[in-house]
Nanobody, 122 residues
Framework: QVQLVESGGGYVQAGGSLRLSCATS????????MGWFRQAPGKEREFVAR????????YYADSVRGRFTISRDNAKNTLYLQMNSLKPEDTAVYYC???????????????WGQGTQVTVSS
C-alpha cells in the first residue's frame, strides 16, 4: 500500500516562498517516480514537477520552471517542493503523487496524497 502524506502548505504574500513536503515509505520512495500536481478552484488538476525514480532527472511545468525545485531527502524518505517567487496564480491545492508502475517513469499516476492548500495573496 502506497501512502503519501503532504505538509507545508499555507498562506504567503506574492514573492514569498513555501516548501512542501511529502513523506512516504522507504519502498515507495526508492521505487517509484514521484511528483507534484496542483488544482486551482474551477480548474483541472495540472502537473507541476516530477523526479524520476533512481535518478536526479527532473521535469517541470513551464509555469513553474525556474521558481520551483523538486528535491528529495533519502534519509527521511521525503520529497520536497521548494516554491520561490510565488504568484497569486500559484494558489491551489497541491498534491504529491506516485506513478503506478515501480522502477519506471511510465504509467498513470495511481497514488495520491490528501493535498495541502497553498494560498498566495497579491
Amino acid at each position: 500500500q502506497v501512502q503519501l502524506v503532504e505538509s507545508g502548505g499555507g498562506y504567503v504574500q506574492a514573492g514569498g516562498s513555501l516548501r512542501l513536503s511529502c513523506a512516504t515509505s522507504v519502498h515507495t520512495f526508492s521505487s517509484y517516480t514521484m511528483g507534484w500536481f496542483r488544482q486551482a478552484p474551477g480548474k483541472e488538476r495540472e502537473f507541476v514537477a516530477r523526479r524520476v525514480w533512481g535518478s536526479s532527472i527532473t521535469y517541470y511545468a513551464d509555469s513553474v520552471r525556474g521558481r520551483f525545485t523538486i528535491s528529495r531527502d533519502n534519509a527521511k524518505n521525503t520529497l520536497y517542493l521548494q516554491m520561490n517567487s510565488l504568484k497569486p496564480e500559484d494558489t491551489a491545492v497541491y498534491y504529491c503523487a506516485a506513478r503506478g508502475v515501480p522502477y519506471s517513469d511510465s504509467g498513470t499516476w495511481n497514488y495520491w496524497g490528501q493535498g495541502t492548500q497553498v494560498t498566495v495573496s497579491s
